[in-house]
């Protein structure tokens, strides 16, 4: 049985300028294991989209990514304030971005709904006040 | 038919405003959005991208769906940081004073004829 490689991310709360850093490492490591460029591509996209979350909707957090021969297992944990409706945040267009990320290209409601199409599993835990922690796989 | 970074620029239709580390990239289509999630998921790997978003995040988002190239249309500016994390990020910044659909139609004909 092969090792499982774990990553560890700290994501810093409002920085959009370092955001997307923690996706663009997993995308150079995961190339340097050996991962298909297909593989590489939906982590990339879907770790990208919670980081990114994770910095306008909560309060930062922590990213953990653990890499099997068979799976990328990706864990995003943040301490904000939780999602009141699951199931209308993934709908594609429903958004709360405030106006300042707006303008910066954010709000489009598409988000969730890529981190959906892009891994094949998919879990949202979430609190009221406590936190979301979303767990998503994508299979090798 | 397809063509590659090196000629595009070749071309001189845009301004060079980074040029990235993998010139030999194909160009096998065109993408336009400034929504960064819209084009995330739906930009195809080895696309140009045209959009007016010109900040950090259009590099981050270049990087990661795996386009081959940004195109700032209608006379945007990329700020310092982005001009930073692209040459960082290795990925080729152009720019035009044209709107976004002429900036891709342009693209367009020298892929199709
Ligand atoms: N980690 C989170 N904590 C709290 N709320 C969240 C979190 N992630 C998403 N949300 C809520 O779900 C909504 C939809 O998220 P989604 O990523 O799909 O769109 P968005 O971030 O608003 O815009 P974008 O298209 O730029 O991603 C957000 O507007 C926000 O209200
Ligand atoms: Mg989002």
Redesign the interface.
């Known amino acids: 049985m092969a090792d499982v490689i774990a990553l560890t991310y700290e994501i810093s709360p409002d920085d959009f300028t370092r955001a997307g850093e923690a996706s663009s490492d997993v995308k150079s490591k995961l190339k340097q294991v050996g991962v298909s460029p297909a593989a590489i591509r939906k982590v990339a996209i879907a770790m990208y989209e919670g980081e990114i979350n994770m910095v306008i909707h909560a309060e930062g957090g922590k990213i953990t990514v653990e890499i099997s021969p068979t799976e990328i297992k990706m864990i995003l944990a943040d301490k904000g304030p939780g999602i009141p409706d699951i199931d209308r945040a993934m709908q594609a267009g429903w958004s709360t971005a405030p106006d300042e990320v707006r303008s910066l290209g954010f709000g489009a409601g598409m988000g969730l709904p890529n981190m959906k199409k892009y891994t094949d599993e998919m879990n949202i835990e979430t609190t009221l006040g406590v936190g979301t922690t979303i767990t998503m796989i994508v299979k090798l | 038919m397809t063509m590659t970074v090196e000629e595009l620029i070749g071309k001189e239709l845009f301004k060079v405003v980074a040029e990235g580390d993998d010139l030999s990239r194909q160009v096998t289509g065109i993408f336009c959005c400034?929504?960064?999630?819209?084009a995330?998921?739906r930009a195809p790997?080895d696309s140009a991208w045209v959009?007016v978003?010109g900040?950090?995040?259009?590099i981050?988002?270049a990087?990661?769906?795996?386009v081959s190239c940004v195109i700032l249309a209608e006379g945007a500016q990329a700020d310092e940081?982005c001009l930073a994390r692209a040459r960082q990020?290795g990925v080729t910044l152009l720019a035009t004073e044209e709107p976004v659909f002429e900036a891709a139609l342009r693209v367009h004909e020298l892929i199709h004829g």
């Open positions: 400034d929504l960064l999630s819209v995330m998921g790997s959009t978003m900040n950090v995040n259009t981050a988002v990087t990661l769906a795996d940081m990020q």
